[in-house]
């Protein structure tokens, strides 16, 4: 099992009294699924992808991510593991301005000490449609050439779990499309595993399976024929 959730909960204070975000939430993944996590805004999701990815710490219950209980990781041991395990792609893209695409990418390479990082970051901006981009800055490029450069920086070191939290989310429903077909692309010929947080109901139909979240639970969460 890739992703295995048990109990979580999550509290945070707002205005000195507790709000719960996630209330007893259990979820599996099984590795080189794809799965959406969907739900109205304040339901939960980010937090939820953002606990998986060790972001934060929860309030109760239990993640295991490809065996390692992420909760119980220190905060060395977890950049460690985040480095080798998980991609994370952003809505607002998260890019440096002040870097190419190509140094974009190489960034995971140069600190996990990777032969050969812009040669590698140039192949990865082709794999995604950018070649021709590379000497680009961020300001230079569409919201879509911006996502498929984050996008070919969360794969660089092959991670088997790739967390994209509305990938979609500042696209128009184009190019948004085009965004998802390249995740799933990349999904099936690197056999990880992807886990997208999404409000629209098409992009979670275009997964194997999607797990409804309302109020910090889950209300549902069924396969696709």
Same mark, same amino acid.
């Given at each position: =099992? =890739?992703?295995?959730?048990?109990?979580?909960? =999550?509290?945070?204070?707002?205005?000195?009294?507790?709000?719960?975000?996630?209330?007893?939430?259990? !979820?599996?993944?099984?590795? *080189? &699924?794809?799965?959406?996590?969907?739900?109205?805004? *304040?339901?939960?999701?980010?937090?939820?992808?953002?606990?998986?990815?060790?972001?934060?710490?929860?309030? #109760?219950?239990?993640?295991?991510?490809?065996?390692?209980?992420?909760?119980?990781?220190?905060?060395?041991?977890?950049?460690?593991?985040?480095?080798?395990?998980?991609?994370?792609?952003?809505?607002?893209?998260?890019?440096?301005?002040?870097?190419?695409?190509?140094?974009?990418?190489?960034?995971?390479?140069? !600190?996990?000490?990777?032969?050969?990082?812009?040669?590698?970051?140039?192949?990865? @901006? #082709?794999?995604? #449609?950018?070649?021709?981009?590379?000497?680009?800055?961020?300001?230079?490029?569409?919201? #879509?050439?911006?996502?498929?450069?984050?996008?070919?920086?969360?794969?660089? !070191?092959?991670?088997?779990?790739?967390?994209?939290? &509305?990938?979609?989310?500042? @696209?128009?429903?184009?190019?948004?499309?085009?965004?998802?077909?390249? @995740?799933?692309?990349?999904?099936? &010929?690197?056999?990880?595993?992807?886990?997208?947080?999404?409000?629209?109901?098409?992009?979670?139909?275009?997964?194997?399976?999607?797990?409804?979240?309302?109020?910090?639970?889950?209300?549902?969460?069924?396969?696709?024929?």
């Amino acid at each position: =099992m =890739m992703i295995r959730v048990r109990d979580l909960v =999550m509290r945070l204070e707002s205005g000195g009294r507790p709000v719960t975000i996630l209330d007893g939430v259990s !979820l599996d993944v099984a590795a *080189g &699924e794809v799965v959406a996590v969907t739900g109205p805004s *304040g339901s939960g999701k980010s937090t939820l992808l953002g606990l998986i990815a060790g972001l934060d710490t929860p309030s #109760g219950g239990s993640i295991a991510v490809d065996g390692v209980d992420v909760t119980a990781l220190g905060e060395a041991e977890l950049a460690r593991f985040r480095r080798r395990t998980i991609g994370f792609v952003f809505q607002s893209y998260h890019l440096i301005p002040t870097l190419t695409a190509a140094e974009n990418v190489a960034v995971p390479l140069e !600190l996990a000490s990777a032969a050969e990082p812009l040669p590698t970051a140039a192949r990865l @901006l #082709g794999e995604v #449609g950018l070649a021709e981009r590379a000497h680009h800055y961020p300001a230079q490029l569409s919201g #879509g050439e911006q996502q498929r450069v984050a996008i070919a920086r969360a794969v660089a !070191l092959s991670p088997p779990l790739l967390l994209a939290d &509305e990938p979609t989310g500042n @696209l128009d429903s184009t190019t948004g499309g085009a965004i998802v077909d390249l @995740l799933l692309a990349l999904n099936r &010929e690197r056999g990880s595993t992807l886990l997208l947080v999404t409000h629209d109901a098409a992009l979670a139909g275009r997964a194997a399976r999607a797990v409804a979240l309302r109020d910090g639970r889950v209300v549902n969460g069924h396969h696709r024929a």
